[in-house]
């Protein structure tokens, strides 16, 4: 398996919602990422997890919480979001460090109303 | 901190021709990682090609190779014999290297892209 998956695909959520996006992979590796991209503009690090530790947060909102229940999946909690947070969020892992490369998902499209 | 440039914020070409981006970057590490991504209007991140900044041969993969110049801080990436599937943004982005167990990861630093288009 050399696939990252997320789910949902697509995500309309009001201001008030409450939501989760969910990442998966099962190629074995130790580092996971949270990507935003709006469009048009390249992917911008949020989160990064190594060996299931947050070790990279780059000052992002707390209305986004990322968790990391074990070494396959990622989640970011995602709670009282603005408008300007609609984007792509792309969920992407490598081998530690990511000298080999990263394997990226296809993405959620996320719109906030 | 490193930063990565790409000039070029569209390019067009003509299917078969051969095209090349340009990319340069900005560290003060001496190893490291370079790779191109395309990312076609399906939105996934694709990995076209990997260089390692002390390997001296430039890294090739088919109808797409690199001209890496360390000294001038610049990558390169040739598409040669394009082809209509190869319309898509093209990423250039660094990696720091790590060496050790549990060292943890910093991500990738991305250029703006290159939005290459394959014209029939």
């Known amino acids: 398996d050399t696939e990252v998956t997320q789910t949902p695909k697509h995500l309309v959520m009001g201001m008030t919602n409450k939501k989760s996006l969910k990442c998966e992979q099962h190629m074995g590796h130790r580092a996971m990422y949270w990507y935003k991209q709006k469009a048009k503009k390249p992917p911008e690090l949020m989160f990064v997890?190594?060996?299931?530790?947050?070790?990279i947060n780059e000052s992002v909102p707390s209305r986004f919480s990322p968790e990391c229940p074990n070494s396959s999946l990622l989640n970011l909690h995602l709670h009282a979001l603005q408008p300007e947070d609609s984007a792509l969020y792309l969920c992407?892992?490598?081998?530690?460090?990511?000298?080999?490369?990263?394997?990226f998902g296809s993405g959620t499209r996320l719109t906030v109303v | 901190a490193q930063t990565v440039t790409q000039s070029q914020p569209e390019m067009s070409v003509q299917e078969a021709e051969t095209v090349t981006l340009s990319c340069t970057y900005d560290t003060s590490e001496s190893n490291y990682y370079l790779f191109w991504y395309k990312q076609p209007p399906s939105r996934q991140m694709i990995l076209v090609i990997r260089q390692e900044a002390y390997k001296q041969q430039n890294a090739t993969e088919n109808r797409f190779s690199v001209n890496f110049q360390k000294a001038a801080k610049s990558f390169s990436l040739k598409i040669s014999d394009s082809q209509l599937g190869d319309t898509a943004m093209y990423f250039c982005?660094?990696?720091?290297?790590?060496?050790?167990?549990?060292?943890?990861?910093?991500?990738?630093?991305f250029g703006k892209g290159t939005h290459l288009i394959i014209q029939p």
């Open positions: 997890y190594s060996y299931e530790k947050l070790s």
């Open positions: 982005a660094f990696t720091p290297p790590h060496m050790y167990s549990g060292g943890g990861a910093d991500g990738l630093t």
């Open positions: 992407a892992s490598s081998q530690e460090g990511g000298n080999y490369g990263y394997t």
